[in-house]
């Protein structure tokens, strides 16, 4: 019975003592790392539905978090995704770029220098992508993105405001309706959806 009552004064102090994020607490975090998506492609138009396609970006997290309390925040995250192009000799170009309102879920551990974090959240993304052809065609859409992650934090020095952080991210793309178009006025509508995931290493701080 002591044991027991020891262990739960422990588990309570250890909740009661300094936390890395607190209310009132402001984030910044912004990295690199790579992304793997599995996209398929539908020709809206000609009713063609192609075969998941396997593509890889060079992806650019940045996200604000605002702390609501010492194990939930909330803010905005952004992310700017290259796409890496099998052919090199080429210039075509895709990318795609969110904005998207999330919730972080924190570990609430009372640790001052390593915060585990869990977050997941609900936005818009817009997609280019220029295709090097005659008459320049270029495939345009916007649509929603489901993002869900995790992202271990470690902060150094006796204030604890800066820090490395490393993240994976699951994504879910939809793109329900878009237009590929031309200098000669062609016009089709496609529809792109699929998950991806994503991992890489960013640094924060914490004002």
């Known amino acids: 019975m002591k044991k027991t009552l020891a262990l ?7 909740t ?4 890395v994020i607190d209310k009132g607490d402001f984030i910044i975090q912004a990295g690199g790392g790579l992304s793997i998506y599995h996209h398929q492609f539908t020709d809206l138009t000609n009713n063609v539905v192609n075969d998941r396609d396997t593509s890889g970006s060079w992806s650019f997290p940045f996200q604000l978090e605002y702390g609501v309390n010492r194990w939930l925040g909330g803010g905005l995250a952004f992310t700017y995704n290259a796409f890496i192009e099998g052919d090199s000799s080429g210039n075509d170009k895709a990318t795609t770029i969110d904005i998207v309102p999330t919730a972080h879920l924190h570990v609430p551990w ?7 974090t869990a977050s ?5 993304i817009a997609f280019k992508y220029t295709i090097d052809e005659p008459n320049n065609p270029v495939a345009k859409a916007g649509g929603t993105v489901l ?3 995790v992202n271990p934090r470690l902060y150094f020095g006796e204030s604890a405001r800066f820090g490395i952080t490393a993240w994976y991210r699951y994504t879910k793309h939809n793109f329900k309706e878009g237009t590929v178009s031309d200098d000669n006025n062609l016009e089709y509508k496609f529809k792109l ?9 960013g640094l924060v701080f914490k004002i």
């Open 8 to 14: 739960f004064a422990t588990l309570l102090y250890l």
């Open 16 to 19: 009661s003592t300094a936390q």
């Open 110 to 116: 009372g640790l001052k220098h390593f915060d585990f």
């Open 120 to 124: 997941v959240g609900f936005g818009y």
């Open 147 to 149: 993002v869900i992650g």
């Open 193 to 201: 959806e699929g998950p991806g995931n994503g991992f890489g290493l």
